[in-house]
């Protein structure tokens, strides 16, 4: 099972960019990177996810390395709703008969837009 | 179009007592997820559930029970609460799509539950 590595908080001035990097050096070939983030003890919302190409969508962008081996979320233009904790998540197989998939959440990072 | 709902949000449990955390969702999905998420840490997976009358272990079952006898409904039972339950339960859902691609999740608001 791959596993990921996050700092465990960043700061970012507001109006800047915010680049959140995670790595996971042992990511399997047909594993997709997925980010959550999760405001204030409210649920985890998605954001976005990947395999290979570098993705965006209205929220932010998912730039990965060309080994995969690690991640990096953006976040163009972060405004102060933007702090919350941020999860990088690689899709984990289930150890059971169904042969389905579970996404396992870690610590994450902690964001925190400054004014 | 509610999405994922959760109740009840708050509750308190004295050690020994049993609770059921309800949830339920509109959008047909077929897979339901319980989590539990203690103070500054992660969320870890309870059980989840692959469609209606199959379910399966997550990462902490143990001292927890689940049922799935609809597709709607996904009920987290605590038979004998200790104070390690002291957490917030998360419920998510996520739909089955073609080719399994899309595996983004849809999570409840939560319920805070604290066992003294």
């Known amino acids: 099972d791959a596993k990921t590595t996050q700092p465990p908080s960043m700061d970012c001035a507001e109006g800047r960019a915010a680049n959140l990097p995670c790595n996971h050096s042992t990511i399997s070939g047909n594993e997709y990177v997925y980010w959550y983030r999760q405001i204030h003890s409210q649920g985890p919302q998605y954001i976005i996810h990947?395999?290979?190409n570098n993705e965006t969508n209205e929220m932010a962008s998912l730039i990965i390395t060309e080994d995969r081996k690690s991640s990096t979320l953006i976040l163009p233009h972060a405004t102060l709703r933007d702090t919350a904790v941020y999860y990088c998540i690689v899709r984990v197989a289930v150890g059971s008969n169904f042969g389905n998939e579970k996404l396992t959440f870690g610590t994450g990072t902690r964001l925190t837009i400054i004014p | 179009n509610a999405g994922v709902t959760q109740t009840p949000k708050f509750r308190i449990l004295k050690i020994g007592q049993s609770m059921t955390l309800q949830c339920t969702q509109d959008m047909n999905h077929n897979y339901m997820y319980w989590y539990r998420q203690d103070p500054g840490m992660g969320l870890k997976l309870i059980y989840y559930?692959?469609?209606?009358?199959?379910?399966d272990k997550g990462e902490v079952p143990n001292g927890y029970n689940v049922s799935r006898s609809t597709t709607e409904d996904f009920p987290l039972r605590l038979e004998l609460a200790a104070p390690s339950q002291t957490s917030v339960y998360f419920c998510?859902?996520?739909?089955?799509?073609?080719?399994?691609?899309?595996?983004?999740?849809?999570f409840g608001s939560g319920t805070q539950l604290s066992v003294l």
């Open positions: 559930s692959v469609g209606a009358g199959i379910t």
């Open positions: 998510a859902t996520r739909d089955r799509a073609i080719g399994a691609t899309n595996e983004k999740l849809f």
């Open positions: 990947g395999l290979k």
